[in-house]
């Protein structure tokens, strides 16, 4: 089974600064996805990518399939992007079939 | 609008009474999925299902029974609940299986046992 490292675990920004969340995973995949969980507890999917890189927004979010490594950016980052960001991956192997979770990013954006 | 709808959104009971959360979509997805989030757990897929009447267990099945007998609904039983069965729940839904489809979540069922 994956296993999906995050980090880091916490962060906390001023707003309009860069801000950077790495994803690891130990088994090769074709697709990852990036959710972001609301406070109210809401889980959106933000992006899903198999090779290169893909832009929403503010939000830009990168993969390397050979380095088993996807990174989530957010630019002039805002206090409404204050959430849990979670990477997940699928998993078909040894009968199952679903997403293994890495365990979250809470972000905290202050004005 | 298209959406994944749980019910309750929150629940406190006791031991042992028997509870079912609903979950059903509207957007004809034929895999469906249950999944509970727990403090530096993660979230941690419960059953899931890929089409009406097929189901099958994912990480974290014990304690739990699913059911799917139309497209659109999958429910999650738990018969006879237990205080670690307290957790944050969430249907998701997909078109098809595999990893080129999005996952749409529901709003989340909290559940407190006591």
């Known amino acids: 089974k994956n296993e999906v490292e995050q980090s880091p675990q916490n962060l906390t920004a001023q707003e309009g600064e860069f801000i950077t969340i790495n994803c690891s995973y130990s088994?090769?995949?074709?697709?990852l996805h990036w959710l972001q969980q609301h406070p109210g507890g809401g889980i959106v999917s933000l992006f899903m990518?198999?090779?290169g890189k893909k832009k929403h927004g503010r939000l830009i979010a990168t993969i390397n399939i050979q380095e088993k490594h996807s990174s989530l950016h957010i630019t002039a980052s805002h206090p409404r992007d204050s959430a849990v960001y979670i990477c997940a991956v699928y998993d078909n192997f040894g009968g199952a079939d679903g997403l293994t979770f890495g365990k979250g990013t809470h972000l905290i954006i202050q004005p | 609008e298209a959406q994944v709808t749980q019910n309750p959104r929150y629940l406190i009971t006791v031991t042992g009474k028997k509870l079912t959360v609903t979950c059903s979509q509207n957007?004809?997805?034929?895999?469906m999925s249950w999944y509970r989030q727990d403090p530096g757990l993660g979230l941690r897929q419960i059953y899931y299902s890929m089409n009406v009447e097929v189901t099958d267990k994912g990480d974290v099945p014990e304690g739990y029974k699913v059911s799917r007998k139309e497209k659109r609904n999958f429910p999650l039983i738990l018969e006879s609940p237990s205080p670690n069965q307290t957790s944050l729940y969430f249907c998701?839904?997909?078109?098809?299986?595999?990893?080129?489809?999005?996952?749409?979540f529901g709003d989340g069922t909290r559940l407190s046992i006591l």
């Open positions: 998701a839904s997909s078109l098809s299986t595999g990893s080129n489809q999005p996952q749409h």
């Open positions: 088994v090769g995949i074709s697709a």
């Open positions: 990518l198999s090779s």
């Open positions: 957007m004809n997805h034929e895999y």
